[in-house]
Nanobody, 125 residues
Framework: QVQLVESGGGLVQAGGSLRLSCAAS????????MGWFRQAPGKERESVAA????????YYADSVKGRFTISRDNAKNTVYLQMNSLKPIDTAVYYC??????????????????WGQGTQVTVSS
């Protein structure tokens, strides 16, 4: 089992920044692919970013490229999502998730095994 706890969400004006954190406990964090996902009201969940266990492979959705940065600190069992130049369209509940595979790089939500409870991000115009 893996427990994931997100933090860092909140209300910010357009153009502002937030840094989300996701602290993991339980199963070995350093071997997990970690992802950030979001779901806005009335919309489907979408992949935002993902990072492989080594940090070598990284994925960003086109909508956040150049604005968001995913990183991880395996010594602290934590994955981060730095969000800059936020837009109202970024408003959503953000979830972190963990996936365990022997090979490959996975960034589709359906491929993830463990999920946090989510943190609300609201960007005002």
């Amino acid at each position: 089992q893996v427990q994931l706890v997100e933090s860092g969400g909140g209300l910010v004006q357009a153009g502002g920044s937030l840094r989300l954190s996701c602290a993991a406990s339980g199963r070995t964090f350093s071997s997990a692919t970690m992802g950030w996902f979001r779901q806005a009201p009335g919309k489907e969940r979408e992949s935002v970013a993902a990072i492989s266990w080594s940090g070598i492979n990284i994925y960003y959705a086109d909508s956040v490229k150049g604005r968001f940065t995913i990183s991880r600190d395996n010594a602290k069992n934590t994955v981060y999502l730095q969000m800059n130049s936020l837009k109202p369209i970024d408003t959503a509940v953000y979830y972190c998730a963990a996936a365990y595979y022997d090979s490959g790089f996975h960034y589709s939500g359906d491929e993830y095994h463990y999920w946090g409870q989510g943190t609300q991000v609201t960007v005002s115009s």
